[in-house]
């Protein structure tokens, strides 16, 4: 009869060579980085290869990519589970949409020209030829309106893609090599930061002249130190993780341990930022246009449309020249800083 020691697995015993080391020589290097590799792949981390694959070798392909798609898929359906709960997020989802579309199909929207000037009807209020109103050029407040959400969502946009791009490089950077990087991104964010945001992005556009070009320069130039920060807690936070180790004991290039492991685990953040960002660049516009640095007449402008419109209200007319672009940035500022508590609190992200 068999007895216990017998029937017991060899390759449980003290000594015999694991799976992740055919030849037993690994020594306690390999160990080390098996047991981390196991560890992590219990947890099911995206990106680490399966326990036994060779790094690029054929069979760590697949396995690594079914574990890249699978936590990330229950991840933004568990994201957007909760967000659908939040009306409040998904009242600022709708809200900008109806400024997206709208922004898109402009043409079809905008029921006069935006630069079309007819003085005949100059500052006729709300009728039903024209809903919000005619300015003192006798232009259409409704499609210039319409005309100008596209200035402020292609600077938005423009604007924070120009701060991701810089935030995210110099914050991924400093976060992980640290030493004499990390201290020279810092001291950059610190000075770019002792600026206010608005008084920066104003010097920005006086020095480089006002146009929609410099106008998202300015915006984004002035946006990117947030993000830098927080990528930077971000990366300083996961490269001390399991998974990041044993990407480093395999062997893996900085480049892709940034973009493939500790990057990807980082959107969060980045989104919320970005969404919240948005608000902000939109007000800036709005700002540098009223004071006459943004875009120049005759391009329909929100805060352009403002100023036009005040000079009027104080002398007693024409108060809808002013109070519907108002709405119009009240009602964009407010759906995107709505959305943004929302993804935020859907990806349960601390800021």
């Known amino acids: 009869m068999e007895t216990p020691e017998a029937s017991r697995d060899p390759r449980s015993a003290p000594g015999a060579p694991s799976s992740l080391d055919p030849g037993g020589s690994a020594g306690p290097a390999g160990a080390v980085a098996a047991t981390e590799l196991r560890g992590a792949a219990r947890r099911r981390v995206p990106g680490v290869?399966?326990?036994?694959?060779?790094?690029?070798?054929?069979?760590?392909?697949?396995?690594?990519?079914?574990?890249?798609?699978?936590?990330?898929?229950?991840?933004?359906?568990?994201?957007w589970r909760r967000l659908s709960r939040n009306r409040l997020a998904l009242m600022g989802l709708g809200v900008i949409c109806v400024f997206t579309l709208m922004a898109i199909f402009a043409p079809l929207v905008a029921p006069h020209d935006p630069i079309s000037q007819e003085l005949s009807n100059a500052i006729q209020g709300p009728s039903f030829e024209y809903p919000m109103g005619t300015d003192n050029f006798g232009r259409d407040i409704l499609s210039r309106l319409v005309y100008g959400a596209r200035i402020s969502l292609f600077i938005g946009l423009l604007s924070q893609v120009l701060a991701v791009s810089i935030g995210v490089t110099l914050g991924s950077l400093a976060g992980y090599f640290r030493g004499w990087v990390d201290s020279a991104v810092l001291w950059l964010t610190n000075v770019v930061w002792s600026f206010p945001f608005l008084l920066f992005a104003i010097a920005l556009v006086a020095a480089l002249g006002p146009s929609i070009r410099n106008v998202f320069i300015a915006v984004g130039l002035a946006s990117w130190v947030g993000i830098a920060r927080i990528v930077r807690g971000q990366f300083i936070s996961l490269t001390e993780k399991e998974y990041?180790?044993?990407?480093?004991?395999?062997?893996?290039?900085?480049?892709?341990?940034?973009?493939?492991?500790?990057?990807?685990?980082?959107?969060?953040?980045?989104?919320?930022?970005?969404?919240?960002g948005f608000a902000n660049a939109i007000i800036v516009e709005a700002g540098l246009s009223f004071l006459g640095l943004g875009v120049q007449p005759p391009t329909p402008s929100w805060g352009q449309m403002i100023y036009t419109g005040y000079g009027f209200i104080v002398a007693g007319q024409g108060w809808w020249m002013a109070v519907f672009p108002g709405f119009a940035i009240l009602f964009a500022v407010l759906a995107f800083n709505l959305l943004g508590d929302g993804l935020r609190d859907a990806l349960d992200i601390k800021l």
């Open 49 to 79: 290869p399966p326990l036994g694959a060779e790094p690029g070798g054929r069979g760590a392909a697949a396995p690594d990519l079914a574990a890249d798609e699978r936590p990330s898929a229950s991840l933004g359906h568990h994201a």
């Open 244 to 276: 990041v180790e044993a990407a480093r004991a395999l062997g893996f290039s900085s480049p892709r341990i940034i973009f493939r492991h500790i990057l990807p685990n980082s959107v969060g953040p980045i989104i919320v930022l970005v969404t919240l």
